[in-house]
């Protein structure tokens, strides 16, 4: 199994742009959930997903959207750009039964 | 909210040094999690411990969730042992992890 992986590792925004943060996971886990993490700081819940189809807020949604077509993607999109949303972003997975979570690689963008 | 308070915030260690993190939470917890973050920014998954006591090799974990706390040991510290350890906890069963603000822990030879 490739775990939680996400696309890019890196990116650079112009205010006021768009952009697809990918998430994907291939172990079948039902739960999924996207947070940032600002410099020196824990992580923060902008979304999450119990399964295909379903989604919900978290504590840091606004300017955010999600989706979640099929069980593997979770994709994070950001709408309009500040840059207040530079930021490390996270995916991770929870598999059925435990609480445990596992999370990707990171997103690291920067939006001037 | 729920408050999630970890100590010390910076830890500095010479190599085969024992020390012990703390995690203080507001309210009581069905789910509680310890992670590393390495210096490259990954996450990794400690331990789930939502009571009792766990060991994983040079790592051990306490929770006393009655008294809204719990402990990381690391004995005999590694420079690879460097990074940041979160706690997260989950007040409720929704299964959303809330985060502590980090415990920065340098580790040198």
């Known amino acids: 199994n490739a775990g939680v992986t996400q696309t890019p590792k890196f990116r650079i925004l112009k205010i006021g742009q768009s952009m697809t943060l990918q998430c994907t996971q291939d172990m079948n886990h039902n739960y999924m959930y996207w947070y940032r993490q600002d410099p020196g700081m824990g992580l923060k819940l902008i979304y999450y997903s119990v399964g295909a189809g379903i989604t919900d807020k978290g504590e840091v949604p606004n300017g955010y959207n999600v989706s979640r077509s099929t069980t593997e993607d979770f994709p994070l999109r950001l709408e309009l750009a500040a840059p207040s949303q530079t930021s490390v972003y996270f995916c991770?997975?929870?598999?059925?039964?435990?609480?445990?979570?596992?999370f990707g690689p990171g997103t690291r963008l920067t939006v001037l | 909210g729920i408050q999630v308070e970890q100590s010390p915030p910076d830890l500095i260690l010479q190599e085969g040094a024992n020390s012990t993190l703390r995690c203080n939470f507001s309210?009581?917890?069905?789910?509680l999690q310890w992670f590393h973050q390495n210096p490259w920014g990954q996450l990794i998954n400690l331990f789930y411990i939502p009571s009792g006591t766990k060991q994983n090799g040079r790592l051990s974990a306490t929770t006393v969730a009655t008294e809204r706390y719990s402990l990381l040991y690391i004995s005999s510290s590694q420079t690879t042992d460097s990074g940041v350890y979160f706690c997260a906890v989950d007040p409720g069963n929704t299964d959303k992890l809330i985060f502590g603000t980090g415990t920065r822990l340098q580790v040198f030879p």
């Open positions: 991770a997975s929870t598999p059925p039964g435990t609480s445990r979570k596992f």
């Open positions: 309210d009581s917890v069905n789910n």
